[in-house]
Structure formats: C-alpha cells, structure tokens
C-alpha cells in the first residue's frame, strides 16, 4: 500500500527522541517535561540528601565515641563543639533534667530522662528523612503519568489515522513511538527514584541506629552520675550518724 500525500506529510523528518518530543501533541510534551523536572528533582535530592546524611552521621559517630569515653555528662557536655547537633541535644537535655530533678528518687529520673530522649530522637530522624517522600511519590506516580502520556498520545494517532484513510505502518508507527517516548520518560524518572529512595531509607535507618547507642551512652552517664550522688549523700549521712 503506498503512502497518501496527507499521510507522508504526517511523518516526522526527525526519529529521535528530541525530534520525537518537538512533534508530539502539546499534552503529551506537558507530560514529558513534567517527568523530566521530577527526574530533575530526584537527582538533586541524591546530592543534597547525600551530604547531608554523611555529614551528619560521621559527626555522630565521632560524638558518640567522645561519649564512650566521658567519664559524667558534663563531660560529655564540654566535648559537644555543636550544642545543636543532635549527640549535643541529647547530652544537655539529659544534664538538664539532672539538675531540674536534683534531689528526687533516681528512678524518676531516668524515666523522664528517657522519655525526653526519645522524642530527640524521633524529630532528629524525621529531620533527616525530610525530602525523601518526595522520592517515594515520583517513583510511585511518574510510570502512571507516562502511561497517561502514551495513552493520550496513542489516541490522537489513532484519530489522524481516522482522518487520513490509511493503515499504512510508516503512517501509524511514528504517532505511537512518540506516544511511548512518554511511557519511557515515565520510567527514567520514577527507576532512579525508587531506587535512590531505598538507599537513603537504609543510611536513614543507620543514622538512627547511632543516635540510638548515643541514647544509650547518655543514660549509662546520666546513671552513673545519679549513683554517684545517692553514694555520696549516703556517705554524708553516714558520717553524721557517726558523729
């Protein structure tokens, strides 16, 4: 079957996927760009997420190895450069309800202590996972949005084939590979992200995990120094029921 002059005039000079995109339907390039600013965005959170994470997470490997070694949570306190850092907050929040509590039964302490630490804990993980639901978002809608791309650009083909009275493969086959350039696009977008996603879930998970045993360390000090202190006034009554 030959090729009708308004078919031919329907192919496009250029196959590529730029000379593919320049001839889609208006809808189907929204869609394109759209996938693309998110791919945009995907690889930009991988950079910013990545420095951030690893920064942040070799600092509180570091804090929490000087915690190890403090012998009271002052000491801790004063090896802490970064009051602001989360091993920091954790250390002064426990010093602080030491001192707030002076004089109370220990127990009480710890448990309110503990409590406080926690929540630390919980913001400073949500601070760290801030921007990745974004990741999880376009990998889980970019392949439904491409397919809506191929799908709107599967019928306009369909509808200028109506229009040109021919069946011709040459006439039928550009309209749908520029149609499924959108499907593509969609996967280029949403396979980065969903993997980039997992990762940063696991290194968020370890950040976590170290902010977990700096918990720990806090209250093996804050518990020593409370022990510390019951000896001592016992001593102190001790001697005076001595005298």
């Known amino acids: 079957m030959t090729v009708t002059g308004t078919g031919a005039s329907m192919l496009p000079h250029d196959l590529s996927p730029f000379g593919m995109f320049m001839a889609a339907d208006i809808v189907v390039k929204g869609v394109m760009i759209g996938l693309a600013f998110a791919s945009l965005v995907t690889w930009t959170i991988l950079l910013a997420k990545t420095v951030e994470l690893l920064g942040t997470r070799n600092r509180a490997s570091k804090s929490l190895a ?4 403090a012998q009271t949570l002052r000491d801790a306190a004063t090896l802490m450069p970064n009051a602001k850092a989360p091993v920091a907050r954790l250390v002064n929040a426990a010093l602080a309800e030491a ?9 009480g302490v710890k448990d ?7 929540r630390i ?13 974004i990741l999880a978002t376009i990998g889980s809608t970019s392949p439904f949005v491409g397919l809506f791309g191929t799908v709107w650009g599967i019928m306009n083909s369909f509808i200028g084939i109506s229009k040109t009275n021919t069946t011709n ?12 350039l959108a499907t593509a696009c969609g996967l280029v977008a ?27 360390e806090v209250m ?11 000896a001592t006034r016992t001593d102190g ?7």
């Not at 000087?66 to 070694?69: E, H, I, K, N, R």
């Not at 968020?204 to 995990?209: A, E, K, V």
């Open 66 to 69: 000087d915690l190890a070694g």
């Open 99 to 107: 001192e707030r509590s002076r004089g109370l039964p220990a127990e």
């Open 112 to 118: 309110r202590a503990a409590a406080l630490l926690s």
């Open 121 to 133: 804990e919980a913001r400073a993980g949500r601070s760290m996972g801030r921007g990745t639901g």
């Open 169 to 180: 493969l040459a006439v039928v086959a550009p309209g749908i590979a520029e149609a499924l």
């Open 190 to 216: 949403a396979i980065p992200a969903v993997i980039i996603y997992n990762l940063f879930a696991r290194g968020i998970t370890g950040y976590r995990s170290v902010l977990g045993d700096a918990s720990t």
């Open 220 to 230: 093996r000090l804050l518990s020593r120094d409370l022990d510390r202190a019951d």
């Open 237 to 243: 009554v001790r001697r005076q029921a001595a005298e």
